[in-house]
């Protein structure tokens, strides 16, 4: 049995648990310790059983708790060289044995998963998503991602689930309160993915196997969930995928667990 969860998926931090038969992990870690320690206990789960923390990129609310908790529960963090030399200043005192480096596109294996880094197009030093395979099924992780590609399609494809990124609706950031500069940054091709193509993406992949999707990472000023829930809705239904019956799709809450997914 296969369990995903989204501990917190937002701006204000983000964080997932992933569990197989014999193995538990967390992608990103960007709330303190003990909010993300309260939200395992919330689904029944705790740290005796994580392996170890993949890190998608070094900014704030993807590695705010990562070292805190390796030293506390003595766990190893993954992540690229870049990443890991963007994200060392903030992460305090490191254990050297703690510190791992991944390749992006080479396969590791942590118990009976093995997971594969592919890099996103966002403003970081080098971004990626996971793709995980446990068995035969095919899990991936892909947030903050300024623009789609035919080599990030290429990663989705033929998954199980897809937790794929929302974060805002167009109209709503272009007459919202954010400064033009920071507008310009979410708009940009290594910004952040808008309701309408999360919608395309998702209806793309329904079309093509894809069963279990989670709308990720939105905006608490520029989105709400039941607009990017609709968008997608109305994308999948343009293809003839009836949202309520054909697929799951749900919205990751940015400030709590959502539903636990047994795949």
Known sequence: MIKVCSLFSGSSGNCIFISSKETAILIDAGLSGRKIE???????????????IFITHEHSDHIHGAGILSRRYKLPVYA??????AMRPFMGKMASEHIRYIEVGEPLE???IQIKSFPIPHDAACPVGYNLFIKDKKLTIATDIGHVTNELLSNFEKSDMVLLESNHDIEMLKSGPYPWPLKQRILSDN???CN????????????????LFLLGH??????FPE????????????KQIDPHSDVYLEVAQRDRASKVLHI
Do not use: R
């Open 191 to 193: 910004g952040h993915l």
């Open 110 to 112: 942590i118990g009976d």
């Open 227 to 238: 607009l990017a829930y609709q968008t997608v809705c109305n994308a999948l239904m343009q």
């Open 38 to 52: 309260k939200a395992l206990e919330s689904i029944g789960e705790s740290f005796d059983n994580i392996s170890a």
């Open 196 to 211: 309408d193509m999360a919608g395309k993406v998702v209806a793309y992949l329904a079309e093509n196997g894809t069963k």
């Open 218 to 223: 939105l905006s608490k000023e520029n989105n």
């Open 80 to 85: 690229n060289s870049e990443t890991w030399e």
